[in-house]
């Protein structure tokens, strides 16, 4: 294998142009070919970037393929994963990478049993932000970590995607599409999970699709919780409340994540960006910005309302120089797998009204201080 690696896209739908786009960034990865159940929207996207169409079984065949990134729906991930690590493949896939921890768990004795990688977005808690938060808790500036909260709150998909049906399926829900940000970005901070508590609902049987596109003005079916509120026990004996919902149309929660420790009080921004202001309180209630020049919190993404810093592929960045390098991906399988863990046991309290006690767990990943980010970048 040589110094970068042959990168190929299955699934070319509404994600893959950020891939696309953002991959160029980073040293070590070449685009090569992408592929969709649709070959038209494949060749499309093809044309749209400079790359191969191929289908999905060239694709897995293809001797210039190094690592597959997979962006099908959250459904097919597990297949498509399956396939690709049975082909020779590593692979990086969206969120959520599997839909339950028994898939997880195969997954990844098939890819022990052929020396392959799997990783998994989120990759926002390697953003500037994210990463200066874990920079002062790592260095005590809250003390112990005793309780906190985290909101992701909206009104839904189906206001702005073309085609939202499988955001409210199973395997969709504002806890497994949106959810991971929050949880790996606390997984980053404060690490594993030991137990959770759950209590889920919804608010409407169907949706109205008023975006743009082939369902425009049709009502889709809500089959998984829209609102769903819970209480993770982390390892280290913190308390955070979780409130996930996609049954809000305003709310005055300012910070998407606070945590309180026995030293002080730390303000996260949106994990599911990787810049943002991270503000700490004292002891004495003085709340305080903080700030570092970090290459992963730079803004260079214009979205409504300002610009952005948007990163998405740093994570299989930093899996394909993990491969490269023989050491464990910050974005790995394991850590991924207990993400799945935290949020479908989550879903199973909401279902049983019982305490979940965790099937894995995990180390804290390691931290991507400046000068690391600055060696993943081209």
């Known amino acids: 294998m040589s110094g970068k690696l042959g990168i190929g896209i299955i699934g070319c739908g509404n994600i893959s142009a950020a891939y696309f786009r953002l991959a160029p960034l980073f040293r070590g990865l070449e685009v090569r070919a992408c592929a969709d159940i649709a070959p038209a929207v494949a060749e499309a996207r093809a044309a749209e ?14 001797p210039d393929i190094d ?3 997979n962006l099908t729906i959250p459904a097919a991930h597990f297949g498509v994963t399956k396939a690709a690590l049975e082909a020779g493949k590593h692979v990086y896939s969206e969120k959520p990478f599997v839909l339950g921890v028994e898939e997880g768990l195969e997954l990844k004795t098939l890819a022990d049993a052929k020396g392959l990688r799997v990783g998994s977005a989120p990759d926002t808690f390697l953003g500037g932000a994210q990463q200066l938060a874990r920079r002062l808790i790592d260095d005590g500036a809250l003390g112990t970590i005793t309780a906190g909260t985290a909101f992701v709150l909206s009104h839904g998909m189906e206001m702005w995607h073309p085609n939202p049906g499988f955001f409210f399926l199973p395997g969709g829900g504002p806890m497994l599409d949106l959810g991971p940000y929050q949880v790996a970005a606390l997984i980053n901070l404060i690490g594993p999970v030991r137990r959770v508590a759950a209590m889920t609902g919804a608010a409407t049987p169907t949706r109205l699709v008023t975006a743009d596109g082939p369902v425009k003005d049709q009502e889709i079916p809500v089959e998984t919780p829209t609102t769903v509120q819970a209480l993770m026990e982390f390892e280290s004996g913190a308390l955070v409340m979780i409130n996930a ?10 910070q998407p994540i606070e945590l ?14 990787f810049g943002g202001t ?3 309180a004292g002891r004495d209630g003085t709340v305080r910005e903080e700030v570092w020049e970090h290459p992963l919190g730079v803004p260079n993404d214009t979205r409504p309302g300002g ?7 740093a994570g299989l960045a930093d899996m394909a120089a993990a491969i490269l390098e023989g050491r464990e991906a910050r974005c790995g399988l394991e850590r991924a797998l207990h993400g799945i863990d935290v949020m479908t046991s989550i879903l199973r309290s909401g279902e049983t ?5 965790l099937q894995t767990t995990c180390t804290r990943p390691e931290a991507l201080d400046p000068d690391a980010a600055r060696a993943l970048l081209a």
Do not use: M
């Open 49 to 62: 970037f400079g790359v191969r169409a191929e289908s999905v079984e060239a694709l897995l065949a293809d």
């Open 67 to 69: 690592v597959v990134i």
């Open 245 to 254: 919902s996609w049954d809000v149309w305003g709310h005055r929660h300012r």
């Open 260 to 273: 309180y420790g026995t030293e002080g009080t730390l303000f996260v921004p949106d994990p599911n960006w």
């Open 278 to 280: 991270v503000e700490v």
């Open 307 to 313: 610009t952005l810093a948007n990163y998405r592929t």
């Open 353 to 357: 009204g019982r305490f979940i006690e």
